[in-house]
Each structure stands twice: as structure tokens, then as C-alpha cells.
């Protein structure tokens, strides 16, 4: 009797967890996923019938010992889903086709398993029911790419990180099992496809890191939830974790999980299109988000060590301020953002006395400029509640938030924390020392841009906002979301001129370089480097450059190739823009107009000067006529760049 008990039992754990095997395809069925539920999941991915990554070991372990990914499969289906979202913000498109098929698996345990496959990526996330709050040990994951990869990412040697470091570009073997890496995550196979590893919907949780195992496959890693934070006189330094918990997470047992995500694209180019993140986000939680207006920034942080041809001395006073806001005012720009000096870095309602700020603000009121003032987010915190009232009080337009430099829980939190206040008292936000991007943008589009990696700023300390720095952004960070490069300065080096100055920062690349960036990197929100005084001789420049708009209705990727080039059409109602960049080669190209529609078009662009290859700063700018069968023939220098605008 005890002998067939135990056949029974056993025969019992067989069957409970009997292996289970889902298939689902994409809408256009290029892209097909194997999901294997058998004491754990594991999903395998394929592309136009070839093997590309499989992730396995999915699973999310509880303090109480309950793991969700290893249980008994209760129901399962699939369904098909076509939206339309239409962005607050338009960053690529004024129109994103949400159209995927999804595969819902419900556990026994009080789980699901959410599973999407788009025509170019694929993601799945946890859903659990369950009656009490939980705390979290670990989220683990696996990943395995097949075939040969090159792989591009930043690393940290910890969680502390400002997410500002240089893109390795690296093989399997050579990568680090020591450093963090964090997303986005992009995996080049000698095949020609890409899957970039992000994730979208991030809220009460950690960020997702990932680390290479000693068998060449990358597992998961969060930070753990924050138990001792750093108390300290030094504003950058305070609000920073000394020392984690062994656990991840203390949060709600009935939510859903964040999306993990793996975009696919066939080619480089297909990156730049790709709007998962967002697609995947929480839809808009603004009643009425019309007041959130996108927009060029003037801010005096490099600006006002390169004032001149006035008759005040420039600094953080008050006639300075008005000299930005003027120029704002001349141009149609739309914000003047005071940058740090005009407080206490650790006491906000310390105010410099070199400014009037009532005055200010109603002289920025009076020429319809907005303003926003930066503040480091541990001194803001420190009186929530009344630096909010005061800036309320005074009108301020918006925060850059700076220094947070973590993406813990708590530090999640605090994302989310400030898009809904700022959102209820009309104030739009910019995150400096910010994680990626990971859709919180979609549930509040007051979020207008964010940091996030290296941007113009570090022209003033090191060599590594280059051209090569510029043609990986658009493959990497801006897949995730808007970020905020800082383009056009009219200080511009080739590579051999090119020096480090702090206070008075060059950009490496020519001219043309430059302002094609504005094109090529998406902000809604567009800060300007330099001084008024540069933007005021460079007139022509300037003049050109107020006419580029920050959000766009369409997108068309001319030529593309991770690292080394980029050249991209963007509409903005009936009107396109080209921008084009090279990294530190000369390069020859041939533009087809065929994206333009019928009749006459007037084609003004900028383009690298003769003397462009040796004085960074010489270009020409030149107009003629073009239809869509035009085809012109562009030439970049070392470092160089094209740009136009095309009106009917």
C-alpha cells in the first residue's frame, strides 16, 4: 500500500507539472516564439525561419519560497490586437500602429504569464493576484544569442551609476563577468539583425540589469531595495545608497510586472523606427495634457562664461537671465532654464542674491518665455511639499531634476512621484543623471526628455562625445526614448584641434555636424550650449537652426550603419528634414527624394565647408529646387554632416 501511495504521488508531480509547449507568430509571421512551460519557462525566438536568442530560467522567487515561472498551467490563449496610439508628444510619429499577438497563460498559483509578439519584438512580463503584499528576493532571467555577435552597451562596477558611460563595442569573449550592463542591450549578429534588450513599464521595481555568466550567456541582476542611504553635507553625494538589502523589492501582491523587452530589427536602420517601449508603456494618465508644451531651452550653465558684446557683467544675476530670455524671445524659442548657481545646491529657498527672480519671472512672462530651474532631486525632497508651493508661486514652467544616479525601487519611485505632482501643478520635467528610459514618458508626457547617457557636456572633460559617440546614440539609447544631447554649438573642432575646456566647451565634428543633430536625435524638449553672444555672430546658423522642429509627424531612415553613419528624413506637417552624419570618415552619398510627394519642392540645406576637413566651423549654405525623383549627391568630411529643410 505505502509502495503504490508513492507511485501515486510521484506519478501526481509528473502530471502537475507536465511539460507544456505554446507557439505564437507575429502579425506578419516573420517572427516566431516557441515558449516552453516544464518546471520553468523558457522562450525561443526565431526570425525568417532563423534561431536568434532563446531566454530561459524566467522566473521571479519570493521571500515566502513561492516562484513565480514554476508552476501548474491553468487556461491559455491567444489573441490578436491592432491599436492606434497617438503620442502627446510626437517623437517619431504622430502615429504608432499597436498591432501584436498576445499569448496570456494563467498560472494555478494566482499568476499569469503575458507574452506580446509585434512584427519587430517580442516581450513578456509577470501579472500576479495574489492577497497580501510581497517581497521580492530576485527576478531571473537567461539569455543565450545564437550565432556570431558583436555587442554594444554601457557598464557600472556598481548600482550607483549616472548612466554616463562610453558604449563598448565588444565580442562574447571579451566582455567583463565582473561589471554590470546596463540597457539598453544590443546584440549586432554577423546575419544582419539586431535585438536590443530594454524594458518598458517600469514602476515600484528595480531597473533590470544584466551580467555575463562564465558560459557566455547574460543573467539578470537587480539592485537590491535601498536600506541605508548616505547622509551628507555634499548635495551630490546625499540621497546616494551605502548599503543594499538581500531583497529587491517590498511591493503590491496583485500588479503587473515590467515588460521585458527584446526588439528585433533586420537591419540597422530598422532601430531607429522602433517605438516598443513606448507601445508597451502605461496609456496616459493626464485628464487634460494640453498645457505640456514641447520646445527649445536656452540655459545659462556653459552660456554665461561666453557672454560678450554687452554692457553688464555676465554671471547668475539678473541682467544675464534677461539677455537669455531676450534671445529666447528673438527666435521663437520657447524656455530659459536656470542651471545650478541659482540656489543652494542643498537648501532650494536659498536664493543667489545676484538675482531678482520676480523680476525675472515677469519679464520671461512678458515676452511669453517659460522658465525652469534645476535642482538636485535630494535637496528638492528634503521640503517636497514647499519648494513644489514656491515654484508653483513664483510660475515656473518645469524641473531638471539631476543627480539621482540609482534605479532602485525606491529611486523608481521617486520617478513616478514627481511626473504625477508635477503633472497636477502644470510643470513639465527633465532628468538629468537619469536610467534609460522605460515608458514612464507615455503615462506622463510631462516627462519631456531625459538624460541618460553621454551628451555635449562632456566636451568640456573628456574626449567622448565624438562623431563615432553620435552614430551609436540613434542604434542605443534613443531606441528607448527622447534623450538630451544638447546639439548645435557654434564652437566646433576636428579631432586634432579638439581640447577639453570646461567652462567653455567645443563640439568635435564640423558645423554641419552639428546642427544635423537636431535632426537625427529626438527631444521634445531641445537645449542650446552656447552663449547667446556665439548663436548672435553665427546668425545664419541660428536663423536655420529656429526653424527645426523638436517633434515630428513622420519618419524615413535614408542610410544607415551602427557607429559609422546615419542619415534621416523627418516630416513635420508638409514639410521634411534631412539630417546626415558620419563619424571620423570621409563619406560620399547619394539622397533619393522619393519619400517627398508630388510637385516642386524648395530644398534649403547645410552642408561641410570646403575648408571644413581642417576649420570644423566652415560650412556653406546653399538652396535649389527638388521633386521626388531628384537625387543629389552629398559629401561628408571627416566628422562631417548635411542637413535641409524642404518646403512646398
Request: hydrophobic share 40%; glycine share 6%.
Amino acid at each position: 500500500m505505502k509502495y503504490l501511495l508513492n507511485i501515486i504521488l510521484f506519478f501526481t508531480v509528473l502530471t502537475s507539472f507536465a511539460a507544456k509547449n505554446f507557439e505564437i507568430n507575429s502579425p506578419d509571421g516573420k517572427i516566431h516564439v516557441s515558449v516552453l512551460i516544464n518546471n520553468g519557462i523558457k522562450i525561443d525566438v526565431q526570425q525568417n525561419g532563423r534561431y536568434l536568442f532563446s531566454a530561459s530560467n524566467i522566473e521571479i522567487h519570493l521571500l515566502d519560497g513561492r516562484i513565480l515561472g514554476i508552476g501548474n498551467v491553468k487556461r491559455s490563449d491567444i489573441k490578436a490586437y491592432n491599436h492606434i496610439i497617438k503620442p502627446v508628444l510626437k517623437e517619431k510619429v504622430a502615429e504608432i500602429i499597436d498591432s501584436y499577438m498576445e499569448l496570456k497563460i494563467d498560472f494555478k498559483e494566482s499568476y499569469t504569464l503575458l507574452i506580446r509578439v509585434y512584427n519587430n519584438g517580442v516581450s513578456y512580463r509577470f501579472i500576479t493576484n495574489l492577497k497580501k503584499n510581497i517581497t521580492i528576493v530576485s527576478e531571473k532571467m537567461e539569455v543565450k544569442f545564437q550565432g556570431e555577435n558583436e555587442f554594444y552597451y554601457q557598464e557600472s562596477e556598481s548600482f550607483n551609476s549616472s548612466y554616463e558611460t562610453p558604449y563598448q563595442h565588444k565580442q562574447i569573449n571579451d566582455i567583463s563577468i565582473k561589471n554590470y550592463i546596463g540597457f539598453p542591450f544590443l546584440a549586432a549578429n554577423k546575419s544582419g539583425s539586431r535585438i536590443l534588450l530594454t524594458e518598458s513599464d517600469l514602476e515600484d521595481y528595480p531597473g533590470m540589469w544584466i551580467k555575463k555568466t562564465e558560459t557566455n550567456t547574460f543573467r539578470s541582476i537587480h539592485a537590491g531595495y535601498p536600506i541605508e542611504i548616505i547622509k551628507s553635507d555634499n548635495a551630490y553625494r546625499d540621497g546616494q545608497v551605502k548599503k543594499h538589502a538581500s531583497f529587491i523589492a517590498k511591493t503590491n501582491g496583485s500588479r503587473s510586472f515590467p515588460w521585458r523587452l527584446f526588439a528585433i530589427a533586420e537591419n540597422d536602420a530598422d532601430l531607429l523606427t522602433n517605438t516598443l517601449v513606448y507601445q508597451l508603456a502605461k496609456p496616459l494618465q493626464i485628464k487634460d495634457p494640453s498645457w505640456i508644451k514641447s520646445g527649445v531651452v536656452t540655459f545659462d550653465w556653459w552660456g554665461k562664461m561666453g557672454v560678450y558684446g554687452t554692457d553688464f557683467k555676465a554671471g547668475v544675476n539678473t541682467a544675464t537671465a534677461k539677455y537669455f530670455i531676450d534671445f529666447a524671445e528673438k527666435f521663437g524659442f520657447e524656455y530659459f532654464l536656470f542651471d545650478d548657481g541659482w540656489t543652494d545646491q542643498g537648501d532650494l529657498s536659498i536664493i543667489n542674491p545676484e538675482l531678482d527672480m520676480e523680476e525675472i519671472i515677469t519679464y520671461a512672462k512678458s515676452k511669453n518665455i517659460k522658465i525652469m530651474l534645476w535642482a538636485i532631486w535630494s535637496a528638492f525632497e528634503k521640503d517636497w511639499e514647499g519648494n513644489f508651493d514656491r515654484f508653483e508661486k513664483w510660475g515656473i514652467s518645469g524641473i531638471k531634476f539631476d543627480f539621482m544616479n540609482r534605479d532602485d525601487q525606491k529611486m523608481v519611485q521617486f520617478y513616478h512621484k514627481a511626473a504625477k505632482e508635477a503633472a497636477k501643478r502644470k510643470m513639465v520635467l527633465n532628468f538629468h543623471g537619469a536610467y534609460k528610459p522605460s515608458g514612464l514618458r507615455r503615462a506622463y508626457p510631462n516627462i519631456i526628455t531625459r538624460e541618460g547617457l553621454i551628451e555635449f557636456e562632456y566636451n568640456g572633460v573628456t574626449t567622448e562625445a565624438h562623431p563615432d559617440h553620435h552614430n551609436l546614440l540613434p542604434y542605443l539609447r534613443m531606441v528607448t526614448g527622447p534623450m538630451d544631447y544638447i546639439p548645435y554649438t557654434t564652437n566646433n573642432a576636428q579631432k586634432k584641434d579638439f581640447r577639453p575646456i570646461s567652462n567653455k566647451p567645443m563640439g568635435q565634428g564640423t558645423r554641419a555636424h552639428s546642427m544635423a543633430l537636431s535632426i537625427i536625435l529626438e527631444s521634445p524638449m531641445r537645449m542650446l550650449p552656447d552663449s547667446p553672444s556665439d548663436y548672435y555672430r553665427e546668425l545664419e546658423c541660428t536663423e536655420f537652426y529656429s526653424k527645426l522642429p523638436v517633434v515630428w509627424d513622420d519618419i524615413k531612415v535614408l542610410e544607415a550603419k551602427v557607429g559609422d553613419y546615419t542619415i534621416v528624413a523627418r516630416r513635420s506637417g508638409k514639410d521634411w528634414y534631412i539630417g546626415a552624419i558620419t563619424d571620423w570618415k570621409t563619406r560620399d552619398f547619394e539622397l533619393s527624394f522619393n519619400f517627398l510627394g508630388d510637385g516642386n519642392y524648395k530644398m534649403e540645406y547645410i552642408k561641410d565647408g570646403v575648408n571644413a576637413d581642417t576649420t570644423a566651423k566652415d560650412y556653406e549654405i546653399q538652396s535649389q529646387s527638388v521633386t521626388n525623383v531628384s537625387k543629389i549627391k552629398i559629401h561628408l568630411v571627416a566628422g562631417g554632416g548635411w542637413l535641409a529643410r524642404i518646403i512646398k
